[in-house]
């Protein structure tokens, strides 16, 4: 078991490795469309690479019926992965629409030892995703 602190520092650790093993500006947050980002997530239980639908209910289904029109390009041609949810509730209880590749190996942020294998699949998930992004952005910003 580890402290908070301990954890923290854990957590630090991890993603400033990350960024010096695979130093790029990552597009997350910075899609220019309220409510549409890019995520990572470490825990001691699961790695994940996600696009998340946040905003207002009426925006969330807008660019749900785009992102679900275009499922079959996605897991086709990029992530054949990829899970859809389109009710997703996060560990504070927000409903959020997600679609997301799950590191399906056990790993945890804890364990040094899967590190390497969490930051190569955060690479390889997230390119694909922002290779999706930049090829259909002007679809779904319409």
Known sequence: MFSKEES???????????GKSFPRKW????????????????????ALVALDLEDDLDNRI?????LTALKT?????????AIF?????????????RIYILLD???SI????????VMVFF???????EDFYDTYRDYLDR
Do not use: A, C
């Open 8 to 18: 923290r520092i854990l957590r630090q650790e991890f993603w400033t490795s990350f």
């Open 62 to 66: 807008t660019y749900w019926e785009k």
């Open 105 to 107: 190996e056990k790993v």
């Open 73 to 81: 390009i996605i897991t086709n041609d990029y992530l054949p992965e």
């Open 27 to 46: 597009i997350l947050y910075d899609t220019k469309i309220k409510g549409f980002s890019f995520k990572f997530h470490f825990d001691t239980k699961k």
């Open 85 to 97: 949810e389109e009710e997703y509730y996060l560990e504070n209880g927000k409903e959020i629409s």
């Open 110 to 117: 804890h364990n040094k030892n899967t590190w390497q294998k």
């Open 123 to 129: 690479n390889e998930t997230m390119t694909k995703f």
